[in-house]
Nanobody, 118 residues
Framework: QVQLVESGGGLVQAGGSLRLSCAAS????????MGWYRRAPGKQRELVAD???????NYADSVKGRFTISRDNAKNTVYLQMNGLKPEDTAVYYC????????????WGQGTQVTVSS
C-alpha cells in the first residue's frame, strides 16, 4: 500500500510563484521515478516534470526555464517550484511515483488545484 499526499496548490496572479510538495508513504521505501502531471479542462493529461533515481530530469517544453523539480530521496518527497506562472498553467496537478519490480507499478495522488489569474 502506497499513499501520495500533495500540498501547495492555490490561487496566484500571473507572474507569481507556487511550490508543490508530494510526500510518499507506505510499504515501498524508494521509487525509480517521481514527478508531476497536470490536466486542464478540455485537455489531455500531460507530463510536467519528473526526476529519476539516477538524477536525470525531464520537463515539458512549455515549462522549461520556469519550473524546477527536486527530490529528497531520504524523505520520499518530490517538489515542484513554479515561477513565472501563466494563466495557461491553470490545471489540477497530480503527483506520480513509479516503482519497478518485475513489472511497473504506478501510484498517483488525488491532485491539487493550481489557478493562475490574468
Amino acid at each position: 500500500q502506497v499513499q501520495l499526499v500533495e500540498s501547495g496548490g492555490g490561487l496566484v496572479q500571473a507572474g507569481g510563484s507556487l511550490r508543490l510538495s508530494c510526500a510518499a508513504s507506505g510499504i515501498i521505501s524508494s521509487f525509480d521515478a517521481m514527478g508531476w502531471y497536470r490536466r486542464a479542462p478540455g485537455k489531455q493529461r500531460e507530463l510536467v516534470a519528473d526526476k529519476r533515481s539516477t538524477g536525470s530530469t525531464n520537463y515539458a517544453d512549455s515549462v522549461k526555464g520556469r519550473f524546477t523539480i527536486s527530490r529528497d530521496n531520504a524523505k520520499n518527497t518530490v517538489y515542484l517550484q513554479m515561477n513565472g506562472l501563466k494563466p495557461e498553467d491553470t490545471a489540477v496537478y497530480y503527483c506520480n511515483a513509479v516503482h519497478r519490480s518485475y513489472g511497473i507499478y504506478n501510484y498517483w495522488g488525488q491532485g491539487t488545484q493550481v489557478t493562475v489569474s490574468s
